[in-house]
């Protein structure tokens, strides 16, 4: 069960209106790599999970955090709104600033919203359930989460450097601590994940079912060969299953395909040698 408190996780005030900056905190609210994406995956994650209850609190714990984070970004976005002009076409006629502003904001701000935060990006796309994952594995959910603090974190960097508010900038660092502390967490639980199922997910499947004299095999199939360079493709593979080989140049192990004409009233072209 969820309550609402009035109260915000850290602050969530700038220093003056800015409709402009207002535009670019949506992707980090309602964006692919967004508070919402994170949040709304890290608690589906935990709701599904079925035992290991450790790794169940870990994400309704995090989940839940994200949620004050919407909360926060949400505030920002209406702050940095509120008291900003709402040009009139003539108006921006007359005044360069003006006509700026209404150029760099986003005009759902005013239409849609009243001035208000929108589950959207920074191009004004809703927010979709596209972009989260809950597989049920969660040494392979783990790593999507890393990845998304990841990403998360390097468009809060990048947002950082586009202000000079100090309000605004003390609420990114906020952000950007959290999402550091979260980069360790996942990370820490995808080690501890790995020392007991090793690296390859799912573990579960039998490996003597692959074809196994590929599963540890660099096929260089572009332009070059420094990838012939990395750890990736000599010694002891990572999950120590095999050794690490790179092939040259890969022979094709199958012949040319050769489809068969379509039936007649599915009217594809006919082929060339009919």
Known sequence: MFYHVKELQYHAKPERPDPVFARMLQEVLGGQWGEISVAMQYLFQGWNVRGNEKYRDLLLDTGTEELAHIEMLATMIARLLEGAPVPTLEAAAKDPVINAILGGMNPQHIIVSGLGAMPADSNGNRWTADYIIASGNLLADFRMNLTAESQGRLQVARLYEMTDDRGVKDMLA????RDTMHQNQWYAAIKELEEKENIVVPSTFPRQLEHR?????????????????????????????????????????????????????IHNTPPEDC
């Open 213 to 265: 004299e590929v599963s540890h095999v660099l096929f260089n199939t572009s332009a070059g060969n420094q990838s012939a360079q990395g750890r990736w493709a000599h010694g002891p593979s990572m999950d120590c299953e095999g050794v690490f080989k790179y092939v040259e140049k890969p022979v094709p192990l199958a012949p040319k395909p050769k489809l068969h004409p379509a039936p007649p009233n």
């Open 174 to 177: 906020w952000l950007l601590a």
